[in-house]
């Protein structure tokens, strides 16, 4: 006779957890070994992947499929720059505010956006973005049309000296990201991540068990935006610079993270990954031709929804069942110590 | 300030934006497809008239004799060759890969085009405009063009309600699986729909390219704008899209004479409005 | 003359399988029952044969010869139409539109719009409503008058007495037998055994998409079919 018992992870996961922990550790030790280049793309990395996961849960996850993040990302810029430039608050503050400002402002858009669905919430979303970024043009307290510049005492704020200065923002870039994925993970480990998994596989039959879904939706709603801003606010800090036109960019904030996450492997942890090195290598190779990179993009992207629409990752999940970031549950089972006579 | 001559012309250029949003209109209610290129397919359309008008001579109007069925092949192959296989993954399939075709098309133009601003001339008519008693004074163009978008509409209608193959578009709009039972032939109906929305786009990426520049990236706005006079207007009716696109048109003209920088925003605002206010659009028909 | 023969037909909805290895022969002019549970496979089986699922090209032939792989629309044209369970009229449709949509099969034959008013006279009043303002057994009606516009030599029929007040079910009955009288070749899903029996000349009796019986409907023992539709 045997027992079941309810496991997480698998042996995958357990030496794949390993190894994360070893790159992690090279990379927060890399402003000892890499050059201010590096840490830069690396930083991108780190952001676009966070971007990537944070999509990944509101459209793979929640089915809330939205092509209008990139206000959250403008939201959040902007914030810092008001906040430190006409307020002169301390920039660490201000990026903390940026966030949750961000998460603020995702409430009323819900209440008009959730009105539709599907496709017709995508396109919803972005006129939102739109909305955001003309009243960003109009404002003359945040530069009008031509944005904002970081006020120049904030750089020196953050440390006088620039390899200090540097390694600081490499490495908020990395906590933020390792921040994100965290919270993303634990929620899907958890019971509101099964209920996220019911309401993605069918929600008339997920609502009819009891899961709130409009609730559920809202609240990762609110904080995919809230954390997509902290994001942003990061950007644009490094960016040293904002506009309506960079700070709500569809195809920066929008496209290229749908086409990570799509080109990954939409609804699994691992396929942001996946997706945002397949995108930096596409980009690096391409950089010199021009638009053609964006072109290709978007029929890699094409091509992946019509003959692997479950990604790279999810090809990999049909044919080796493998699952890196534990986040489902299995049936083990086990002897008990003492067995019965027959 | 002359409000009347404001919202007169706030209200024609309502023709333009239904005109931009019927070919939305169609596939969304035909095929359960928001086609996220629309925007940049109508763009397209206007650069397919500005090269047929740089080789031939002809001017934009007549060009339309090539241009209309060049967009209609376009749509048909497109639909045939490539949006039919999205149509049975659920809701990302179609949404991505009309992204994808948005993001071709935007920078193919860009490439051969490159980033600059063209506008398609037919000389006098673009700036006459009908002078009537009490200072009224009514552009020509934007009048013709509503009336145009007004006939399209009601060709369109006769269609859907007089013909067998408008009877074919209700069946399948309504239920595709029993209407495939009964002998039609969904795939290719689907390709002659999206082949007649092309025409509706052709002509408005014509007549609005007469009006305003376009440029390679012109496409988003052209987008929302389609998608805002459907909403407005409530899903599944034509008629309605037309009403949508001239509140639409309303609100951007209040706007722009309360300052010239907040046209696009107010008819944002105004959408936004009405999908707090009346989720369902003004006159609202289809079951979803 | 074999009409309808399937081959060890069975189908799938993604990793369900709904029918196993089904054997049916239908002869021209016959009218076969299908009867079984809920959930027996009856309306998949149909809609295997309308092309609707997909099934292997020899799993279904058709006047000699495989149709198992072509689409439901192909399958019309060739001759086999459906009345769907629960009618399935399109309701942005009036009911003369619902009739004339049968005629995109191009297929010609007895039926047109004037016999099938004759046969449903009824339908000839409400001929410009919309769809859904008729009551059931008029819905009934004008799904079962939708399908014979397309002029079948087969016509599948899904639960025709679904939901229906039992002397409009023997109306529609009545109507069915005008329609076999003309030559049609009929397949019969019924919940309501009785009512397939008495009209039909054999019968198949499906448990959980097995073929559970089969035998000619007249003389045979009720208790042995009661047997085979529960599985015991």
């Given at each position: 006779m045997e027992s079941v018992r309810v496991e997480r992870a698998t042996r995958a996961s357990r030496v794949f957890a390993f190894f994360a922990a070893a790159i992690l550790a090279v990379l927060i030790a890399m402003p000892w070994w890499g050059d201010a280049g590096q840490m830069r793309l690396v930083g991108e990395m780190a952001y676009y992947v966070a971007l990537a996961q944070l999509w990944n849960l509101l459209a793979g996850y929640a089915g809330l499929v939205s092509v209008g993040q990139q206000a959250y990302v403008g939201l959040g810029g902007y914030m810092l720059f008001y906040l430190t430039g006409v307020w002169n608050m301390n920039v660490y503050l201000a990026l903390a505010i940026a966030g949750p400002f961000a998460g603020l402002m995702s409430i009323p858009v819900s209440f008009a956006v959730f009105r539709l669905r599907g496709a017709y919430f995508a396109v919803g979303t972005w006129v939102v973005s739109e909305v955001f970024a003309l009243f960003?043009?109009?404002?003359?307290?945040?530069g009008a049309g031509s944005g904002l510049s970081?006020?120049?005492?904030?750089?020196?704020?953050?440390?006088?000296?620039?390899?200090?200065?540097?390694?600081?923002?490499?490495?908020?870039?990395?906590?933020?990201?390792?921040?994100?994925?965290?919270?993303?993970?634990?929620?899907?480990?958890?019971?509101?991540?099964?209920?996220?998994?019911?309401?993605?596989?069918?929600?008339?039959?997920?609502?009819?068990?009891?899961?709130?879904?409009?609730?559920?939706?809202?609240?990762?709603?609110?904080?995919?935006?809230?954390?997509?801003?902290?994001?942003?606010?990061?950007?644009?800090?490094?960016?040293?610079?904002?506009?309506?036109?960079?700070?709500?960019?569809?195809?920066?904030?929008?496209?290229?993270v749908i086409f990570m996450v799509v080109i990954g492997g939409i609804g699994t942890l691992e396929g942001p990954f996946i997706g945002m090195l397949i995108y930096i290598v596409l980009r690096e190779l391409l950089a010199d031709y021009g638009t053609i990179y964006l072109m290709l993009m978007g029929a890699i992207a094409i091509l992946v929804m019509l003959k692997a629409p479950m990604g790279i990752w999810g090809w990999v999940i049909q044919r080796y069942d493998l699952q890196l970031f534990p986040i489902g549950r299995r049936l083990a089972q086990t002897p008990l110590a003492t067995q019965p006579k027959e | 300030m002359n409000w009347i001559n404001i919202l007169i012309q706030g209200g024609l250029l309502g023709g333009f934006y239904a005109l931009f949003a019927i070919g939305l209109s169609m596939s969304f209610g035909i095929m359960r497809l928001v086609n996220i290129a629309h925007g940049d397919l109508i763009v397209l359309a206007a650069y397919v008239a500005l090269v047929v008008t740089q080789a031939t001579g002809l001017d934009p109007f007549l060009s339309l004799l090539i241009v209309v069925p060049v967009m209609f092949l376009l749509g048909y192959a497109l639909q045939r060759g490539l949006l039919n296989q999205t149509l049975s993954g659920g809701l990302l399939p179609p949404l991505l890969v009309t992204f994808g075709i948005s993001?071709?098309?935007?920078?193919?133009?860009?490439?051969?085009?490159?980033?600059?601003?063209?506008?398609?001339?037919?000389?006098?008519?673009?700036?006459?405009?009908?002078?009537?008693?009490?200072?009224?004074?009514?552009?020509?163009?934007?009048?013709?063009?509503?009336?145009?978008?007004?006939?399209?509409?009601?060709?369109?209608?006769?269609?859907?309600?007089?013909?067998?193959?408008g009877r074919a578009f209700r069946a399948v709009s309504d239920d595709a699986d029993t209407a495939e039972l009964m002998g039609i032939d969904n795939l290719k109906l689907y390709a002659l729909a999206l082949g007649i929305a092309m025409i509706f786009t052709a002509l408005a990426g014509v007549l609005f390219g007469i009006r305003t520049i376009f440029a390679p990236l012109s496409g988003p706005i052209r987008l929302i704008l389609a998608f805002e006079a459907v909403i407005i207007g409530g899903l599944g009716s034509m008629w309605g899209t037309l009403i949508g696109g001239v509140v639409l048109g309303l609100a951007q003209a209040i706007g722009a004479a309360l300052d010239p920088t907040w046209q696009i925003l107010a008819g944002h605002l105004a959408f936004l409005a009405i999908l707090i206010v009346r989720p369902s659009g003004l006159f609202p028909k289809t079951r979803d | 003359m074999t009409l309808l023969q399937t081959q060890n037909l069975s189908a799938f909805y993604g990793d369900f399988?709904?029918?196993f290895g089904i054997n049916v022969t239908v002869e021209e002019g016959e009218t076969v029952a299908i009867i079984g549970a809920n959930g027996a496979g009856k309306t998949t089986f149909l809609r295997a044969v309308a092309g609707a699922l997909e099934t292997p090209p020899e799993a279904v032939i058709f006047d000699g010869r495989p149709i198992g792989h072509k689409t439901a629309h192909e399958i019309v044209r060739l001759g086999i139409a459906m009345v769907p369970e629960g009618r399935r009229l399109f309701p942005s449709l009036s009911v003369e539109e619902n009739l004339l949509l049968g005629t995109h099969s191009e297929r010609s034959g007895p039926w047109n719009l004037k016999r099938v008013y004759e046969l449903f006279p009824r339908l000839h009043e409400l001929r410009r409503l919309p769809a859904p303002s008729l009551s059931g057994g008029q819905q009934q009606m004008a799904a079962v008058g939708r399908a014979l516009m397309s002029n079948p030599r087969l016509l599948l029929c899904d639960e025709l007495s679904l939901g229906l007040a039992p002397v409009v079910i023997r109306n529609i009955y009545e109507c069915l037998a005008a329609i076999v009288a003309e030559g049609t070749t009929v397949v019969l899903v019924e919940q309501d055994i009785n009512r397939a029996l008495d009209a039909s000349a054999r019968f198949y009796c499906f448990q959980e998409g097995h073929l559970a019986l089969t035998a000619p409907t007249r003389d045979f023992d009720r208790a042995a079919i009661t047997a085979a539709y529960f599985g015991m």
């Open positions: 960003a043009s109009l404002i003359a307290v945040l970081l006020t120049t005492g904030i750089m020196r704020e953050i440390s006088p000296d620039r390899g200090v200065r540097n390694t600081v923002l490499y490495l908020m870039s990395l906590a933020i990201t390792v921040l994100v994925f965290a919270v993303v993970y634990f929620l899907l480990r958890s019971r509101h991540g099964l209920a996220l998994t019911a309401i993605r596989d069918s929600e008339p039959a997920s609502a009819s068990l009891g899961v709130n879904t409009f609730r559920t939706k809202f609240i990762i709603y609110i904080a995919t935006a809230a954390c997509t801003g902290l994001i942003g606010g990061l950007i644009f800090l490094q960016k040293l610079r904002i506009s309506p036109e960079a700070g709500f960019s569809i195809n920066d904030w929008t496209v290229v | 993001i071709i098309i935007q920078n193919g133009l860009l490439q051969g085009f490159g980033a600059y601003d063209h506008r398609l001339q037919v000389g006098a008519i673009e700036t006459a405009s009908l002078h009537l008693p009490g200072s009224l004074s009514i552009g020509v163009y934007p009048l013709v063009v509503f009336a145009v978008a007004t006939l399209a509409i009601g060709c369109l209608q006769l269609l859907f309600y007089r013909t067998r193959l | 399988q709904a029918l």
